[in-house]
């Protein structure tokens, strides 16, 4: 079964920078797509940004565009969430995710659409 583990997350100054990590397993990534969500108290679970496992294209929500950076090492099966100039605004659980792309190129950016998710990692930032 597909296992995703979150870890990196933790406390930091406005300014900034952290760096995610998921640890997949499980099965080859190869035709999937790698998510990462964000959820904060009383909001719904939001998309941050996407990395195609094949070649690792990204694709970001505008809020955090410019500022993070996905990307994957295959040979480790991890994807990662580098974090930088980060505000209090970006306080949240964030969580990994994964879909089966079934050879599509799209991104998808719906929550729903992730059947696999992992457990989720803190990030608070302060101001």
């Given at each position: 079964?597909?296992?995703?583990?979150?870890?990196?997350?933790?406390l930091?100054?406005?300014?900034?920078?952290?760096?995610?990590s998921c640890?997949?397993?499980?099965?080859?990534?190869?035709?999937?797509?790698?998510?990462?969500?964000?959820q904060?108290p009383g909001?719904?679970?939001e998309?941050?940004a996407?990395?195609?496992w094949?070649?690792g294209?990204t694709?970001y929500?505008?809020?955090?565009?410019?500022?993070?950076?996905?990307s994957r090492d295959?040979?480790?099966?991890t994807?990662?969430l580098?974090?930088?100039?980060?505000?209090?605004?970006?306080?949240?659980?964030?969580?990994?995710?994964?879909r089966?792309?079934g050879?599509?190129r799209?991104?998808?950016r719906d929550?729903n659409?992730?059947?696999?998710w992992?457990?989720?990692?803190?990030?608070?930032?302060s101001a």
């Amino acid at each position: 079964q597909v296992q995703l583990v979150e870890s990196g997350g933790g406390l930091v100054q406005a300014g900034g920078s952290l760096r995610l990590s998921c640890a997949a397993s499980g099965r080859s990534f190869s035709m999937y797509t790698m998510g990462w969500f964000r959820q904060a108290p009383g909001k719904e679970r939001e998309f941050v940004a996407a990395i195609r496992w094949s070649d690792g294209g990204t694709s970001y929500a505008d809020s955090v565009k410019g500022r993070f950076t996905g990307s994957r090492d295959a040979a480790k099966n991890t994807v990662y969430l580098q974090m930088n100039s980060l505000e209090p605004e970006d306080t949240a659980v964030y969580y990994c995710a994964a879909r089966y792309d079934g050879g599509r190129r799209y991104f998808t950016r719906d929550k729903n659409s992730y059947g696999y998710w992992g457990q989720g990692t803190q990030v608070t930032v302060s101001a």
